[in-house]
């Protein structure tokens, strides 16, 4: 049968093993009771005296006997149960397309045997396939994982962006107003806190109104780009905070600088811009500075009060004529 050489199972050897000890088993009990039979026979005709000729006789009708009865058993036990065993076997592996021998099994008992194996050979074939349809719709399931990783991935890498876009000035790539503001709490709380010192200052380009009136508001942009260059140039620390409040106004917050570090370096960068000469290297664009620092000298009772000091000082260096740093009382 086709089942025969199906491909192997982890009891390929165990079934044949069993047929061939039942074989030998057969082959010695068969004779036997013939024997036994044929003997009961004999000594219920004559009794157990039989002379030579008869006991030839009686052993060739032993013979016969058992090879007719172990024959018949081969064809109608043996080799269906052979098939139901290959049947069974082929549970385990591949199924094989039944051929029409399996299909139209012989009559009587083989044919019981026969059909069962058959049944399970189909059977075998049905879990096969949905077997395989199950390791189908895993792979796909791996596969949607996958997709969904990656979207899940991608979305998030959106959100950083988009929160980064929220906290960034677009035209400058400065931090914005809200970026800011949350930087200023933070730091001033710390400042309170280990009794540092913080500096403030706010920055604002002069007569820009006019600046953008007579170059366009292109080459102003391109100015409000030039400032932020400078202040990323000059406030470089990990902890300094530059941002573009709106307009042509700027913040510097200095963590752990003082009010004299601040104005030095504020100075270079006032000088910074002069020597640019805004726009195109002819022009005179300026910056008017307020400056104010908290220190444990020095205290401010929150943010807001850092930060109106910094903007009466500004207040104080536009009136007082602008291109001018003017420190917080
Ligand atoms: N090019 C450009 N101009 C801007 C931008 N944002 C604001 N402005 C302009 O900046 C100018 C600010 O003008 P004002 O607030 O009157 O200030 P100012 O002219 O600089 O005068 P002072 O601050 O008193 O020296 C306005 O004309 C705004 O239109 C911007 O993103 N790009």
Aim: proline share 4%; hydrophobic share 45%.
């Amino acid at each position: 049968m086709s089942t025969d050489s199906a491909a192997p199972s982890l009891h390929e050897d165990a079934m044949p093993r069993r047929l061939g000890s039942l074989r030998l088993r057969l082959g010695l009990g068969v004779p036997l009771l013939t024997c036994a039979i044929v003997a009961v026979f004999e000594w219920s005709l004559g009794g157990f005296v039989v002379p030579a000729e008869g006991m030839a006789r009686t052993a060739w009708l032993v013979l016969l006997l058992s090879a007719a009865q172990l024959l018949l058993i081969e064809m109608l036990m043996l080799r269906p149960l052979r098939r139901l065993a290959a049947g069974c076997e082929a549970m385990e592996s591949a199924p094989v397309p039944l051929t029409p021998e399996d299909a139209t099994p012989a009559p009587g008992l083989a044919a019981e045997l026969d059909r069962i194996g058959h049944a399970m050979r189909r059977a075998r074939g049905s879990l096969w396939q949905q077997d395989q349809h199950a390791r189908e719709l895993r792979r796909e399931l791996t596969q949607q994982r996958l997709l969904l990783e990656q979207a899940q991935l991608a979305l998030e890498a959106n959100q950083r962006e988009l929160a980064s876009l929220a906290r960034t000035d677009a035209l400058t790539g400065l931090a914005n107003q809200r970026a800011f503001d949350e930087a200023l709490r933070r730091e001033f709380k710390r400042a309170q806190r280990q009794r540092g010192l913080l500096a403030l200052a706010v920055l604002d380009l002069d007569e820009f109104k006019a600046f953008n009136h007579h170059h366009g508001t292109a080459v102003g942009d391109a100015a409000l780009q030039s400032v932020a260059g400078l202040l990323n140039e000059r406030f470089k620390r990990d902890t300094d905070v530059v941002a573009r409040l709106g307009g042509e106004e700027f913040v510097a917050l200095l963590p752990g600088v003082g009010m004299a570090e601040a104005q030095g370096v504020l100075e270079q960068l006032r000088d910074d811009l002069r020597a640019l000469r805004l726009p195109q290297g002819e022009g005179h664009l300026t910056l008017s500075v307020g400056l104010a620092a908290a220190s444990p000298a020095h205290p401010y009772l929150s943010a807001q009060a850092l930060m109106q000091a910094a903007d009466e000082a500004l207040y104080i260096a536009k009136h007082a004529g602008r291109d001018r740093l003017s420190l917080a009382a």
